[in-house]
């Protein structure tokens, strides 16, 4: 027997319907009815990309990031694992092109009160690699000390290397 819906020739149901019109008329009321997929409309752009990037870090094993992320632990949170949407309400619009995703405490999940938009120079000084001097009850990645003292990084780095522990030393000019 076949389905009972004019121009359909698949094979029917019990209901004399097939799968796929018995399916709509048993949430529609109608096996005709064509129900759009409601699209965000932002498939080929830079945050949704960078949407699709963050969740492959974090749960394909053999993206060539997951041990950074996924391998130790990072997640995404249930509101963005799934949603684009939101996603895109709770980060907005990527200010400029100098911008990437980034997250704010480094051993944290990837979610709206760990994430912001930043530069690369504010994300460099945002990494686990990072040696960060206190001096005068203020602390700075090694590289914020140089720039802010006029020191030679690399000559700073040697000092380390050579044993140096007290910040005004390494940071001498």
């Given at each position: 027997m076949i389905c009972m819906v004019d121009g359909?020739?698949?094979a029917?149901?019990?209901?004399?319907?097939?799968?796929?019109?018995?399916?709509?008329?048993?949430?529609?009321?109608?096996p005709l009815v064509v129900i759009q997929p409601k699209t965000h409309g932002m498939t080929g752009s830079v945050e949704y990309r960078t949407w699709r990037n963050?969740?492959?870090?974090?749960?394909?094993l053999r993206d060539k990031n997951y041990t950074d992320y996924g391998g130790?632990?990072?997640r995404v949170c249930s509101r963005w694992i799934k949603s684009f949407t939101n996603f895109y309400e709770d980060m907005g619009k990527r200010p400029g092109q100098d911008y990437s995703l980034d997250r704010i405490d480094n051993s944290s999940d990837y979610s709206p009160d760990n994430c912001r938009w930043a530069t690369a120079e504010i994300q460099a000084n945002n990494t686990r690699r990072n040696r960060l001097l206190t001096l005068d009850k203020k602390t700075m990645t090694l590289a914020q000390w140089c720039r802010e003292r006029g020191?030679?990084?690399?000559?700073?780095?040697k000092r380390i290397m050579k044993g140096?522990?007290?910040?005004?030393?390494?940071?001498k000019r």
């Open positions: 359909c020739d698949r029917s149901r019990a209901s004399c319907m097939c799968e796929k019109h018995y399916r709509r008329n048993r949430v529609h009321g109608d963050m969740k492959r870090r974090c749960y394909n130790r632990g990072i020191v030679n990084y690399v000559r700073a780095c140096v522990t007290n910040p005004g030393e390494i940071l």
